[in-house]
């Protein structure tokens, strides 16, 4: 019964079936937005007008489609494919690796009229065409007048590397799904933070108890006035302050501390710092009204002591000055940083208050994924070592003389021609 299940489990044909669930899984968790709220799916899924006929938002919460990678059905489904590409190595892989070691002599002359490659030579030297062989870089095995000759042994190993590279793949999957976090925070400069905001995690995550400050943020600019690039400055910090590391960070070059992973995603302008004649300092909040790329902040600037007139002011960029506007919307002029403007009172602008944008994560299958994809392309490049064969038998002055390929048979014709002609 035993060898029954595992002779199933290794079928092909399950293995596909297997792999068509998995990649029809993958399908939907694309087409389906994963990890949103509950509002977004009623929004976009309506029970009385659902997807393809059946797609609602209650059945997407109901079958966990909003989460596709980390639910247990989907565990199941990688744990059976990986299960029969292991069964199918050992019961099916390696034994058939252990048949090509063997030395297959054929005994009979009836033998080579199987084969699509075969002659009959007559007054033909023995010797000499062994020596075309061996030069052609093939193990030659006699036995009295039966010889067997193979080359290319390696490449039989090629199916065996790309299951053990899925299964690392599959392993790096699972490791991800259920030890990995992501997190997303927004830090204004030279405050320091905690990961806190957790935007998914596994069921076995261990959310790191990891302190960080940001030192600075800063902006390069194009000739054209668009953004370049922006940098944070970020220092790891210990549970009594210190600075354990320190790194600048941009898009595409984040900080990796402790396998925890700091990518630059955004950026934000928060607030205005401004200083009276009074030498007080006074903070007025930035409002953002437009969230897409060209990002546009405001907010209200009292210019009395009673706070009750005051100028609208607008920035769109962290260069150091900001546009004003009295309440009727005439222009009145920029202010740069550290300038002075008099209005009923005397006002400085000190500094723009900018905060960062980090994404923060970690991934444990990465380097199982990573070493998984790399031996699939070793066995890629073994695959394309042919595996050929050659028998010979010497009977009554006659040489019976045939071969075999996987792979490459033209070439394997042409190689065969030469060593009879």
């Not at 990961?195 to 940001?214: C, D, F, H, V, Y």
């Not at 302050?241 to 501390?257: L, M, Q, W």
């Not at 066995?379 to 595996?387: A, D, E, G, K, Q």
Request: aromatic share 16%.
């Amino acid at each position: 019964m035993k060898q029954k299940v595992f002779r199933l489990l290794a079928d092909l044909r399950f293995s596909i079936f297997i792999l068509l669930l998995i990649s029809f899984a993958s399908i939907l968790g694309t087409i389906i937005e994963q990890d949103q709220s509950i509002e977004i799916y009623k929004i976009n899924y309506p029970i009385t007008n659902p997807i393809f006929g059946f797609l609602t938002w209650d059945r997407i919460l109901q079958f966990e489609l909003d989460h596709v990678y980390r639910t247990w059905w989907f565990f199941v489904l990688i744990f059976l494919f990986g299960l029969t590409l292991t069964l199918c190595s050992f019961l099916q892989q390696l034994p058939s690796l252990k048949i090509a070691r063997r030395c297959q002599f054929f005994r009979t002359t009836k033998q080579f009229y199987r084969l699509k490659i075969s002659t009959i030579l007559n007054n033909f030297s023995f010797n000499k065409i062994l020596l075309r062989i061996k030069k052609n870089k093939y193990s030659i095995f006699q036995q009295k007048n039966i010889i067997y000759c193979y080359k290319g042994l390696i490449g039989r190993i090629a199916p065996i590397v790309v299951h053990f590279s899925m299964i690392l793949i599959l392993f790096g999957t699972i490791c991800s799904s259920l030890f990995g976090f992501k997190a997303q925070e927004i830090v204004p400069k030279t405050e320091t933070f905690h990961i806190q905001n957790i935007l998914n995690n596994g069921q076995l995550t261990i959310i790191p108890k990891a302190s960080a400050r940001i030192n600075d943020f800063w902006i390069t600019y194009t000739k054209n006035k668009t953004i370049s690039q922006f940098y944070s400055d970020i220092s790891i910090l210990d549970t009594q302050g210190n600075e354990k590391d320190r790194k600048t960070i941009s898009v595409n070059y984040p900080f990796i501390y402790n396998n925890i992973y700091y990518y630059q995603t955004d950026w934000n302008l928060i607030g205005l710092r401004f200083q009276t004649s009074n030498n007080e300092t006074i903070e007025y909040p930035l409002i953002n009204i437009l969230n897409n790329q060209n990002k546009v902040w405001l907010t209200w600037v009292s210019t009395d002591q009673q706070i009750s007139n005051g100028i609208i002011t607008i920035i769109d960029n962290v260069q150091g000055y900001c546009s004003m506007y009295n309440e009727i919307g005439e222009f009145l002029g920029n202010i740069e940083l550290n300038e002075t403007i008099n209005f009923q009172h005397s006002i400085s602008l000190l500094e723009i208050i900018n905060s960062t944008g980090l994404q923060i994560k970690t991934d444990p299958g990465i380097p199982f994924i990573y070493l998984g994809f790399f031996f699939l392309m070793i066995s890629t490049l073994i695959s394309y070592i042919t595996y050929s064969q050659i028998w010979l038998i010497q009977k009554n002055q006659k040489i019976f003389i045939g071969g075999n390929t996987n792979r490459a048979i033209f070439e394997f014709e042409l190689e065969f021609f030469k060593f009879i002609k």
